[in-house]
């Protein structure tokens, strides 16, 4: 159950139909099942991005859904002390909580519905925990992670951290109440997320009630992916078959449909973005357009000049 809800949905805004007689209903072109693997210092992840051609997922690199887990006392897991260069990366705490700490001197704690936003541009070191306290009792534990790719241009960016809090999201509704529909960042029907974003993309958690159907208008100069979280139903216009952990690519338009199961909600991530198209090179945790470039970012973190881990975590720098 997501932790960012509304009391009465059909007090929200609503998002407008689109006219069906002038807007294109974008077919679906390709379904695929997320393989199960493990992240940092063993959490479990599902690769959703896997297998996909790199062009069809146009800015956007690489996705994890971590979780959903119900750790036990003592097992709550997190990642070392890592680097990264040349792309952003959104942390998004849909159930639980995790702690995150950068060289730049940016980090919280984000919990059920917050999003962690991090340019690492130039280069940043960072590190994500879950809290002491979670560790000590255990819980649930339900994010996304996902990579968001920058252009040449803005490859060496400053560094940068966006702290959104759940109740910041734009809550939406669809046009008959079905669904309830959280902006995280981009903008949708006239209606503008907190996220603060470098490569112009959408963002958008939908919770869709049984047997409804949700179709929204959608930037016909951005890709569209639908990433179903938990639940089953439809997708496109023609009604594809989906379930949780499988990833939907949609094809030309300017609209994007999703239905539940009659008998289940679905929960569906929904996101899309102008595509950059230059070259990818991208290894480990650096995304740079030539292998040169990836060559300098491994001499330049191994020189340290990708930033230090502060002085309150100095204990741990053996880790990385």
Do not use: C
């Not at 805004?13 to 007689?21: F, G, M, S």
């Amino acid at each position: 159950m997501p932790a960012v809800t509304a009391d009465n949905i059909l007090t929200l805004p609503r998002v407008a139909a689109p006219d069906p007689a002038a807007a294109r209903t974008r077919p679906v072109v390709s379904v695929t099942t997320a393989p199960k693997g493990f992240e940092g210092e063993g959490f479990p992840v599902r690769r959703a991005f896997a297998g996909v051609d790199l062009r069809a997922l146009d800015p956007f690199i690489h996705m994890d859904q971590m979780g959903e887990v119900e750790y036990a006392p003592g097992e709550p897991k997190g990642t070392p002390w890592h680097p990264h260069r040349g792309f952003e990366t959104v942390t998004y705490m849909i159930d639980g909580e995790f702690a995150h700490s950068d060289s730049n001197g940016g980090g919280g704690l984000i919990t059920n519905g917050d999003t962690q936003w991090m340019t690492a541009g130039a280069g940043i070191l960072h590190i994500e925990t879950p809290p002491e306290h979670l560790v000590m009792s255990g819980g649930l534990f339900h994010g996304i992670q996902l990579w968001v790719n920058l252009p040449r241009t803005l490859k060496f960016a400053p560094p940068r951290y966006q702290d959104i809090r759940g109740t910041s999201v734009a809550l939406l509704s669809s046009p008959d109440g079905g669904a309830l529909i959280r902006v995280i960042a981009g903008e949708l029907g006239g209606h503008a997320g907190p996220g603060v974003t470098h490569t112009p993309i959408t963002l958008v958690h939908a919770t869709v009630s049984p047997g409804a159907a949700l179709t929204l208008p959608w930037r016909a100069d951005f890709n569209a992916l639908a990433y179903v979280l938990a639940g089953k139903g439809t997708v496109g216009g023609k009604g594809r078959p989906v379930e949780s952990g499988q990833l939907a690519v949609y094809g030309d338009g300017d609209t994007v449909t999703v239905a539940a199961d009659p008998r289940q909600t679905l929960e569906v991530l929904l996101l899309g973005g102008q595509p950059i198209r230059e070259p990818v090179a991208a290894y480990g945790p650096f995304v740079m357009n030539t292998k040169a470039e990836l060559i300098q970012a491994f001499e330049d973190f191994q020189a340290g000049r990708l930033g230090t881990i502060p002085a309150a975590h100095a204990d741990v720098q053996g880790e990385m």
